[in-house]
T-cell receptor, first 114, second 113 residues
Framework: KAGVTQTPRYLIKTRGQQVTLSCSPI?????VSWYQQTPGQGLQFLFE???????NKGNFPGRFSGRQFSNSRSEMNVSTLELGDSALYLC?????????????FGSGTRLTVV | AQSVTQLDSQVPVFEEAPVELRCNYS??????LFWYVQYPNQGLQLLLK??????LVESINGFEAEFNKSQTSFHLRKPSVHISDTAEYFC???????????FGTGTRLTVIP
């Protein structure tokens, strides 16, 4: 069974640009959550999608957005990039967003903003 | 509001010695508790979790953690560490019915040969 796939693995962008990251969940999983990991703030929840609907959102500015497609793949977008957006972005997939049956993380996308 | 405190940012320990990584949480409601491990340039791997039932949970690689409700703690222990256990360890909590995790700041475990 394939795991959670995040693409690309590494990305370098310039301040002011926008970026789109992709997450393909484990087959059959309908929930995808996104987290940001930085040395200063640690691991923080961005948002969760289930069946193409955002069900939960963390405390991030509106520059951070996401969506989920009918095949459960999810993308997150960051517009008007700032240096502080440099981070490892992790996604996690689960059957329904609950933890009883597994909540699996991908290897992440490391975004560097210069 | 939930919060997770990992009291030690770095823990050096000699190979084959025991180790305890401390985790305390605060929440006004019932919670699920987790330990994740992160190796360099990788994502998070679930080490063990407490959802309900026995307060002592074990992983397949010798780690164990005990949920202590009165002390709001979920400390991670291993009786004898190996070089391969060198990694960063994160404690996380989620409230019943929630679909997101709150993480501690992590503890970097370094096993010294």
């Amino acid at each position: 069974k394939a795991g959670v796939t995040q693409t690309p693995r590494y990305l370098i962008k310039t301040r002011g640009q926008q970026v789109t990251l992709s997450c393909s969940p484990i087959s059959g999983h309908r929930s995808v959550s996104w987290y940001q990991q930085t040395p200063g703030q640690g691991l923080q929840f961005l948002f969760e999608y289930f069946s193409e609907t955002q069900r939960n959102k963390g405390n991030f500015p509106g520059r951070f957005s996401g969506r989920q497609f009918s095949n459960s793949r999810s993308e997150m977008n960051v517009s008007t990039l700032e240096l502080g957006d440099s981070a490892l972005y992790l996604c996690a997939s689960s059957l329904d967003g609950q933890f009883n049956y597994g909540y699996t993380f991908g290897s992440g996308t490391r975004l560097t903003v210069v | 509001a939930q919060s997770v405190t990992q009291l030690d940012s770095q823990v050096p320990v000699f190979e084959e010695a025991p180790v305890e990584l401390r985790c305390n949480y605060s929440s006004s409601v019932s919670v699920y508790l987790f330990w994740y491990v992160q190796y360099p340039n990788q994502g998070l791997q679930l080490l063990l979790k407490y959802l309900s039932g026995s307060t002592l949970v074990e992983s397949i690689n010798g780690f164990e953690a005990e949920f202590n409700k009165s002390q709001t703690s979920f400390h991670l222990r291993k009786p004898s560490v190996h070089i391969s256990d060198t990694a960063e360890y994160f404690c996380a909590v989620s409230e019943y019915g929630a679909n997101n995790l709150f993480f501690g700041t992590g503890t970097r475990l370094t096993v010294i040969p």
